[in-house]
């Protein structure tokens, strides 16, 4: 057996296990990814659009399994109450236990006397519509609006009753990192309250989950690609015949 030859099987086997190596591993990034995403993740179907614009009517969304006690202002969350209806409703968070809340100064929604800006309004929103009194957030609760503050059934609405229209931590059941469908991608940061103690709450891994996704299937496509174009290129070339001369 010629060298050249051992050397191209020795070649051939190395890649054929590489080849093997990268399937294997983009199958566990793969299904893993999916895992992960299934443990920390929770698809909803928002019902309504007192979202609007940040989620609209009929979006899918994905939202992180959290509890309740780690909800920051800014936060959208998935809660389930009882006096709001008992189903899974989706909201953002304005205030938290001891905030003071009110709308509106000089246009704006005010927390503990700040002026918040909430670039995820519509454009047209008419701060007068909201006429929220001002009121204390009981300890432990939240203070919950929709982005759509015109003809969103939330706080302000509830504003009546014993617990000032909020709603308790422990009936939060998720908060929403991304709209899923149609694939408008991660929420933007809501910047209004970072100044405020205690700050803005992080994304969670929803990014790295799905890097964590395409990275194994690219893995997988490649490795599966390896035989079929090594086989193709160990084919030994035919020379074209030369013309017999006449």
């Given at each position: 057996m010629?060298?050249?030859?051992?050397?191209?099987e020795g070649?051939?086997?190395?890649?054929?296990?590489?080849?093997?190596?990268a399937?294997?591993?983009g199958c566990?990034?793969?299904?893993g990814?999916?895992?992960?995403?299934?443990?920390?993740?929770?698809?909803?179907?928002?019902p309504?659009d007192?979202?609007?614009?940040?989620?609209?009517?009929?979006?899918?969304?994905?939202a992180q399994r959290?509890?309740?006690?780690?909800?920051?202002?800014?936060d959208?969350?998935?809660?389930?109450e009882?006096?709001w209806?008992?189903?899974?409703?989706?909201?953002?968070?304005v205030?938290?236990?001891?905030?003071?809340?009110?709308?509106?100064?000089d246009?704006?929604?005010t927390?503990?006397?700040?002026?918040?800006?909430?670039?995820?309004?519509?454009?047209?929103?008419?701060?007068?519509?909201?006429g929220i009194?001002s009121?204390?957030?009981?300890?432990?609760?939240?203070?919950?609006?929709g982005?759509?503050?015109?003809?969103?059934?939330d706080?302000?609405v509830?504003?009546?009753?014993a617990?000032?229209g909020s709603?308790?931590?422990g009936?939060?059941r998720?908060?929403?990192?991304?709209?899923?469908?149609?694939?408008?991608?991660?929420?933007?940061?809501?910047?209004?309250?970072?100044?405020?103690?205690g700050g803005i709450?992080?994304?969670?891994?929803l990014?790295?989950?799905?890097?964590?996704?395409i990275?194994?299937a690219?893995?997988?496509l490649?490795?599966?690609a390896?035989g079929?174009?090594?086989k193709?290129?160990?084919?030994?070339?035919?020379?074209?015949?030369e013309?017999?001369?006449v």
């Amino acid at each position: 057996m010629s060298r050249t030859r051992r050397t191209g099987e020795g070649r051939g086997r190395a890649g054929s296990m590489l080849s093997g190596i990268a399937v294997a591993l983009g199958c566990v990034l793969f299904l893993g990814g999916f895992v992960w995403g299934a443990i920390v993740y929770q698809p909803y179907t928002v019902p309504t659009d007192s979202m609007t614009p940040t989620i609209g009517a009929g979006d899918r969304v994905l939202a992180q399994r959290i509890d309740g006690s780690d909800v920051k202002r800014g936060d959208v969350v998935v809660f389930q109450e009882a006096t709001w209806g008992d189903m899974p409703m989706v909201k953002r968070v304005v205030g938290i236990g001891g905030d003071r809340v009110a709308c509106c100064t000089d246009g704006q929604l005010t927390v503990n006397g700040k002026k918040i800006e909430e670039p995820y309004l519509p454009a047209d929103t008419n701060a007068s519509l909201t006429g929220i009194k001002s009121t204390t957030v009981p300890e432990g609760r939240l203070f919950l609006l929709g982005d759509e503050r015109s003809g969103s059934l939330d706080s302000s609405v509830h504003l009546g009753d014993a617990d000032h229209g909020s709603v308790e931590r422990g009936a939060v059941r998720a908060r929403v990192d991304a709209v899923a469908w149609p694939m408008d991608g991660m929420l933007a940061k809501p910047t209004g309250f970072e100044e405020l103690p205690g700050g803005i709450s992080r994304p969670g891994p929803l990014r790295l989950i799905v890097a964590t996704v395409i990275a194994g299937a690219v893995l997988v496509l490649a490795g599966a690609a390896y035989g079929p174009i090594a086989k193709r290129a160990r084919r030994p070339r035919t020379r074209a015949s030369e013309p017999v001369g006449v």
